[in-house]
Every structure is written in structure tokens, then in C-alpha cells.
């Protein structure tokens, strides 16, 4: 029995068909919806939204909000300081039931895999409205790292009935998890859609980016993002040890911090890179901001998901520093290698592309494998048919899975993780261990 049978699966009939619920929680989710929520605006004709935001990430949720002139309908404001995760997803879930009591909305949209994204598809559930879930099938097939995002997109995949898979590979982790073929749709992922809005935006209007850095004198940019949950604690100090240690050997560059607001990363950070003279620890940035300084950076050095999609688009090269990735089309692809969180990996890796030109230039001259900055479109376009095609009794719309078409592309022929530029399995850094960084 197919997982969403008995709700129908796969219509959005039963319903005001206009009516969508956004809901976002932070700051990744904000970026990568703002270009679906736009795009739903663009078509008033079929869609009436509503954004609802948990706040799950206050100060930097609403500065991206801003950047992308998104006023929300709902603000369940739920961040309290102190709160475990079951106070956050209890919160999220309570406070989404009574909106959605509320709006009876014909969907609700939800991105990714935070505590936001599960008590949303969840609590749609509980009032039978379908789900849309936007950057569905990625995995580790670690239950606890990441932590606690494998399960909860997982747990967002059985609760969602529309499936907006950001690559084939993904796509295919859902087919194995028994997801009906005709719900998966293969849009690229819709971070490379709000990329591309912001550098054009950049383009018209320099000013609009705050100027963090000023004059860096030559000096090549470290850009350096780290803040996942997975490594708090000896990992996390690990990760800070490797960047004093390589601002101190190599006078040559100037690493840049935008430092999270989580007290479990501004500790160590503060203790250990404080007062380095290369190092240059900042407010985390507005996602303009971001963006531009993403551009004058020579090397991204990451745990951030979102950064391994967009670094490939900027013609940068990203150095994961995470054991495993759920992405691993940029590793396959060349664009991204895992460093894990071991100093002298993370030294010897970050050292092979400052010093060998051949290195730099086979990480950063492939194409991106995450998309060409139509995904919000497609999954609009997806949603507008299913609304004006009912599936059929059985709840078929089709007999095959929809895909990104081969025009779509960007990686030559194939959509990255089948068939040529990725294996579409999780990545291991111990895959990529090796003196001077020859893996890169």
C-alpha cells in the first residue's frame, strides 16, 4: 500500500484550491523559500498565500525576511531561551494547529529538515492538508548525524505527499522509500534560485551589500561558516583549533567569521580565535551581505549545507568540514570534498588549494550539479497542474515519475547522482583522508 493512499494522495481538490501556508523557521528555510513565495505571486490567479513563521531562528530569520520583502501573516515567535527540542517542536506544533484550524488551507509548503519543517507536516496531517515538502530525499542514512535533521526529513517524507527533490539521487532515495513516482518532481534546488536573484541584484545595486570586510590588502579570504548541533563540543573546538592554526601559519590570507548566535558556538569562538590578527570574527550577515562576500572569498570553508550548493555557482571551492555529507552530487561532482573535522585534514586540504594552482582550478571550473535557477518555477508549475488536472480515482496523475528534463541540465547529459557525475550515495570524509590533500 502506497504510503499516502488513504488521504487521496496526490490531490489538492478537496480544498479552497488558492489557498498555500509557507511556513519557514529559520534562516536556511527563508532563503530557500523566498523564491517560491514569489514565484507563487506571480500567480495570484491560482494561488492566495500565507506565510506563517515559527521563529525558530529570531534575528536572523527576520533579517533574511527583509532581504527578500517577505512580511509574514503569522509569527508564532517561538524561540525562548533554554528550550530543548521538545519544547521547540511542541511549540511549533501547537501554535501551527490553530492557524491551519484557522486559513483551511488546500496546502501547506515546507523546506528542508529542521523542527520546523517536521511540526509543520505533521500538524498538517493531524488536519488531512496536503503537504508539499521542497528539498526532499536528501541522506545520510546516519540516524544521528546530522542531528536531528536525518529524522526529521525523514519523518517529513512519510507525512508529505508532493516531493521536491533537489536532485536525481535524491529523487531515488525516495523511490526507495516507497514514495509514489508520479508525486516526485526533480527541480534542482531553489537556493541557486535565490543566489541568482541576489548577484543580480548585486549587479544593479553594489550598495546593497554591507561591506563587512574593507580593505583586505591583497590577502586571500578564508570564509568560514560552522555551527552545526552534530558538532558541538570537541568537534566544534577541533574546527576552531584548525582555523587559528592555519591564520597562524599562513599570514597570506584573512579568514572571515560570521559568527552564529548559538552561545554553544560564540564560546569557543570567542576563546579561540579571539584576538588572532588574521582572523576577523563578525556579526552573522545579512544574506546580500553574504552573497558578496561569498564572491571576494578564494575558499569556502563549511559545515553548512546550503554553501555546498551555492559555492559551485560562484566558481569557489567548498571544504566540508563534516564526517558525512547528504550531499553528495558535489562531492562526486568535484565541487565540494569532506575534511571531517580533524585539523590536520582541514589544514592539509585548505593548504592544497592555496598552494597549488591545478588543485584550485579542478575544483572550481566544474558545473553545479544543485541546479540552473529555475526551481521554484518548476514546483509552481508542478502545483498549477495539479490543481487543474484531479488525479485520477486510484489518485494517479501519471504512469512515470516527472523529472528535471535533460534541456534543464547544467551537468552535461545527466542530472547529477545517476548515471554519470554521481553515485547519489552519502559521502564519508574518510573517503577523502590523504597527505597534502591530494583528494581535492
Known amino acids: 500500500m502506497r504510503f499516502f493512499e488513504a488521504m487521496n494522495e496526490g490531490s489538492l481538490n478537496n480544498r479552497d484550491p488558492k ?12 532563503i530557500k523559500l523566498a523564491p517560491v513565495v514569489l514565484e507563487l505571486e506571480r500567480h495570484r490567479a491560482h494561488f492566495e498565500t500565507r506565510i506563517c513563521v515559527t521563529g525558530q531562528h529570531r534575528e536572523m530569520l527576520d533579517q533574511m525576511l527583509r532581504v527578500f520583502g517577505l512580511r509574514p501573516d503569522y509569527d508564532l515567535g517561538v524561540m525562548k531561551s533554554g528550550q530543548d527540542l521538545a519544547e521547540v517542536t511542541a511549540a511549533c506544533l501547537t501554535g501551527l494547529d490553530r492557524i491551519l484550524r484557522q486559513e483551511g488551507p488546500a496546502l501547506v509548503l515546507v523546506q528542508g529538515d529542521t523542527t520546523t519543517t517536521f511540526a509543520a507536516a505533521l500538524a498538517a496531517y493531524y488536519h488531512h492538508i496536503p503537504v508539499g515538502h521542497i528539498e526532499a530525499g536528501l541522506r545520510t542514512g546516519k540516524k544521528n548525524d546530522p542531528f536531528p535533521e536525518e529524522i526529521n526529513r525523514r519523518l517529513a517524507t512519510h507525512l508529505s505527499d508532493f516531493h521536491f527533490a533537489p536532485t536525481e539521487s535524491a529523487g531515488n532515495n525516495l523511490l526507495l522509500e516507497g514514495v509514489s513516482p508520479e508525486n516526485i518532481l526533480v527541480t534542482g534546488n531553489t537556493v541557486i534560485d535565490a543566489l541568482l536573484l541576489t548577484q543580480a541584484r548585486l549587479a544593479e545595486e553594489p550598495s546593497a551589500a554591507v561591506d563587512h570586510l574593507g580593505p583586505t590588502d591583497g590577502l586571500r579570504i578564508i570564509l568560514v561558516t560552522a555551527h552545526r548541533r552534530e558538532s558541538f563540543g570537541l568537534p566544534f573546538r577541533r574546527i576552531c583549533e584548525a582555523v587559528r592554526a592555519l591564520a597562524e601559519k599562513r599570514r597570506d590570507v584573512l579568514v572571515v567569521y560570521p559568527v552564529h548566535l548559538n552561545p554553544n558556538v560564540q564560546a569557543p569562538v570567542r576563546e579561540i580565535l579571539g584576538g588572532v590578527p588574521n582572523v576577523k570574527l563578525i556579526a552573522p550577515l545579512d544574506y546580500v551581505s553574504f552573497v558578496a562576500c561569498m564572491q571576494r572569498a578564494y575558499i569556502l570553508l563549511t559545515d553548512s549545507g546550503g554553501i555546498q550548493e551555492e559555492g559551485p555557482s560562484l566558481g569557489k571551492p ?10 553528495p552530487e558535489a562531492i562526486s561532482a568535484g565541487t565540494a570534498c569532506l575534511t571531517g573535522t580533524n585539523p590536520e585534514a582541514i589544514i592539509a586540504a585548505v593548504s592544497s588549494l592555496l598552494d597549488d594552482p591545478d588543485c ?5 571550473s566544474r558545473p553545479n550539479p544543485y541546479g540552473d535557477g529555475h526551481a521554484a518555477e ?14 485520477s480515482p486510484a489518485g494517479r ?9 535533460q534541456r534543464d541540465n547544467v551537468s552535461g547529459g545527466k542530472v547529477a547522482g545517476v548515471g554519470g557525475t554521481g553515485s547519489g550515495k552519502p559521502h564519508s570524509s574518510q573517503e577523502f583522508s590523504g597527505a597534502g590533500g591530494s583528494n581535492l
Request: aromatic fraction near 4%; avoid cysteine.
Open 360 to 364: 584550485y582550478k579542478r575544483m572550481t
Open 318 to 327: 567548498v571544504l566540508v568540514m563534516r564526517e558525512v555529507s547528504e550531499r
Open 378 to 391: 518548476r514546483i509552481v508549475q508542478f502545483l498549477i497542474s495539479r490543481m487543474t488536472n484531479p488525479p
Open 397 to 405: 496523475l501519471i504512469d512515470q515519475p516527472i523529472r528535471m528534463s
Open 19 to 30: 489557498k498555500v501556508v509557507v511556513v519557514i523557521g529559520t534562516r536556511p528555510e527563508a
